[in-house]
């Protein structure tokens, strides 16, 4: 930026003991120390500073070049005056190492993550073009925390016409993903006097929000219908977290038999099932499957996000929930925060209104669709002893050995080649089958490149 | 959009027991009739259906017709087919009323919402557009939860030169504004055993949080030269709550003295406070004053948001937090959510480092001063009885009146005008004092229109 805009926090006091000159260095000095003006950034010009202090600009260039003789700044002809890379500064404590480690691979296996090249940037800058040219003051201001209706509505007309989602806009609440979601819901059933939550085994490894909410976790297990609605029904759980449309991870699509089984237990035991619908746009040979939210929207808290369709780095997400918990639904987000950004609400209401979203979901379909093809065709010929499962919809298959591998050297070996692995036998709560199932995500990696993981990390379980 | 694109749930079975025809029929009637498919929405067009259905176009056109004729479609020749406006529904059972009533007010005097009209829509597309140019596809994923690396740098940057805070990047945490970070603050807190936390009396009045959090809260009194240090000492406070740079909302600048006295008080006591440093960018007539954070940066959380300088939309706020206090905000707030959108924190990093920010800020002050000077004009015209005090920073003055004034009825008729009031009486905790004292903001009114809402506002008080 140009320094004349800079803002800086100096002053000078006329009347005070220090000459001004003194004064100003002494505070660009502790400023410089302190770190509160890093190395390398610009310093308002001589005269700037002078305009802004109301002194004279001889003055500024004076305590300026007994700055730079100290080390603090770099001077130079025409240029900006800066903080020398080198300004002596007070030793900051030891920091903690950042916490979360995020790890990238090369070529990374694990599911969770969509084709992350794919973000349509310049669609979606044109769609924030439109929403800023229709946002009126107002939208600028709070708003409701829940979610601004235009968003509302396109999720509304979008998740009944595509995912069979009974919905009026006014029961969808707007989240940061399914992250919150989940967190709204755990303090809500909890608060509800919920103490047992059915989830799915295998499941989702990540429990710490119920945990912490004080939910205990009883573990149903999925067949190859999906969850067993019999268990459930023998289980004291009040409340069930489901992905009927794509179980995570198995991949198994939940039966209609099931869905109806589970419909009927919802309503006898008068729970509420949190249904994560977190990558079910995503189908290649089966017909469409509608949520399970129609068959019990009174029952269902539906949950999406644009994670999986968009990319994760947009954290936004939707829940669509019976009319009877939207208050306490509300409630909790009151504790946590004011809402979403109405910016990124109204450019996703654009993004869906103007067909975008939709021809951004077919084009993904078609490419992750030619990478699951990739997949399939190499570990036919490398790994033929194993069995494939889960691949109708989502963005990863199940590949399941018919011993068991050693997971952990495997794991390692292919870290070393820039490989990111995921095994089954960490998602259940009950105890694994014997035999190894890899978890082997298709969608962030181009098919040259998958074709070559794939070729290496079968050669790595060949050795192993 | 146009329907070739449009994606739509519905599928059929060649094997199923009823004609073809009958089943999409069926289906497209139940769609509309449960609300999936709405009133006025498009649905696809004959060739896209038998296309995508794999049936043939005159079946699809049989369907659709029969639908019409029973109201469900409305069909115009050369046009896409839509639902109906009239098309039967199922009575949806009632919903709550919207819970967070946002009132909208022609003229509003309320403290805390910014100019709207301002927001730099232009500045801000250009700076998005460049953020996307930037991001590589690995931005687009999850990434850390607690902000993204160059907007932690660009405001360790901007804080220290404009602020005076003393920050490593590693240390800010991006959140979705005060509410957040207060959210995040208040479970820390009671997780480390604080159960008393210290607040300004008057201060805000919004107190839920602490309060869920199960925090005692204790009132201790303001002054001319803020909060009283002496008996904040007294007290049992662990924590304090605290606004240096424009006490809210009495509008005072913490003395040198206290603050001193203040720092000293959170070593002795090993205490932490929350610095809410939500409008100190807008000063006028005195010297700035740097933050609180820079004078005891291990035992104060500075707390800082875009809510007051660009508006609340953006959802964006930061913390930055003592290094030994990061882990325990990263855990908590990995109860809450996945963390912000990484789009609109690129975005606000080139926002800041193109020198955007800093120039909008000298903007919106010359703005602020010039209605400020207004509503003072108008004030000394009108009210000639009353104190001005608070004004010399943030968005509003307070104006004391020497004796009480029925302030529910001057609300209720102010309303009536069309005019938003907000007294001080409502922010204390403890007993306020008997004189009335009104909070009225200058930030969001042209001057034309503040000065015609002061006068009406005058005549309401004179005839009351």
């Given at each position: ?129 439109a929403a800023l040219r229709i ?88 067949d190859e219908n999906g969850i ?77 996000t644009t994670s999986k369709t ?155």
């Amino acid at each position: 930026m140009s320094s004349r805009d800079a803002e800086l926090l100096i002053s000078v006091d006329r009347n005070g003991p220090a000459s001004m000159q003194a004064q100003l260095e002494r505070q660009l000095r502790d400023a410089i120390r302190g770190g509160m003006l890093r190395p390398g950034s610009e310093v308002p010009s001589t005269r700037d500073l002078a305009r802004d202090l109301a002194i004279s600009r001889p003055l500024v260039m004076e305590a300026h070049a007994q700055l730079a003789a100290e080390g603090y700044l770099a001077l130079r002809q025409g240029a900006a005056p800066r903080v020398a890379d080198t300004a002596p500064r007070q030793q900051i404590q030891d920091l903690p190492p950042e916490s979360v480690l995020t790890l990238t691979f090369r070529y990374d296996f694990r599911p969770g993550i969509p084709d992350l090249a794919s973000f349509p940037s310049a669609r979606w800058l044109k769609a924030a073009e439109a929403a800023l040219r229709i946002m009126a003051p107002n939208d600028f201001g709070y708003g409701q925390r829940y979610g601004v209706l235009p968003l509302r509505q396109a999720l509304a007309d979008y998740l009944g016409r595509v995912r069979g989602v009974s919905a009026d806009p006014r029961q969808i609440l707007i989240t940061s993903g399914f992250e919150q979601t989940r967190a709204l819901m755990a303090r809500t059933l909890k608060r509800r006097g919920v103490t047992e939550l059915a989830v799915e085994d295998p499941g989702y490894s990540d429990r710490e929000v119920w945990l912490a909410a004080g939910l205990k976790l009883l573990p149903i297990a999925v067949d190859e219908n999906g969850i067993d609605v019999a268990a459930l029904a023998k289980s004291p759980a009040q409340a069930v977290l489901l992905t009927p449309a794509h179980q995570s991870p198995t991949g198994v699509v939940m039966s209609g038999e099931r869905r109806l089984a589970l419909a009927n237990w919802l309503r006898q035991r008068n729970a509420i099932a949190l249904e994560d619908d977190y990558d079910a746009e995503f189908r290649y040979d089966r017909a469409p499957i509608g949520a399970l939210q129609g068959l019990a929207p009174d029952h269902v808290v539906y949950a999406g996000t644009t994670s999986k369709t968009l990319g994760p780095a947009l954290r936004l997400g939707w829940m669509v929930a019976p009319s009877d918990l939207l208050l306490a639904f509300e409630d909790e987000m009151r504790l946590m925060d004011c809402g979403r950004g109405r910016l990124e609400q109204f450019t996703l209401a654009q993004f869906i209104t103007s067909g975008d979203y939709d021809r951004h979901l077919r084009k993904m379909r078609a490419l992750y669709r030619d990478r699951r093809e990739a997949l399939l065709a190499v570990i036919t010929d490398e790994l033929p002893e194993v069995k494939i499962s889960g691949i109708s919809a989502g963005l990863h298959a199940n590949v399941r050995f018919p011993r068991r591998l050693d997971e952990a050297v495997i794991s390692e070996a292919a870290n070393k080649r820039g490989m990111g692995l995921s095994f089954l036998r960490g998602h259940y709560l009950d105890d694994a089958p014997e035999e190894s199932t890899l978890l082997l995500s298709y969608a962030s990696m181009p098919e040259s490149s998958l074709r070559t993981a794939l070729r290496t990390l079968a050669a790595i379980i060949a050795g192993n």
